[in-house]
């Protein structure tokens, strides 16, 4: 079984976990509609991408 040769250290572990923590989501205002979504995503109720109509939005009729 492996042991290790040297007791890690405190700092060190703590290096090590530094990126395990959790990422904050970004969220942009949307200039046409106001809404808030996140960046480099498609918008799902106009189904804009970069100003491009890039899905067909169904009618919730």
């Given at each position: 079984m492996?042991?290790?040769r040297k007791k890690m250290s405190k700092s060190?572990?703590?290096?090590r976990r530094s990126g395990h923590?959790?990422?904050?989501v970004t969220w942009v205002e949307d200039k046409k509609s106001g809404e808030l979504?996140?960046?480099h995503h498609?918008?799902?109720k106009t189904g804009l991408y970069?100003?491009?109509q890039v899905l067909t939005v169904k009618s919730e009729g």
């Open positions: 492996a042991v290790p060190r572990i703590g290096m923590h959790e990422q904050t979504r996140r960046p498609i918008d799902l970069k100003g491009r």
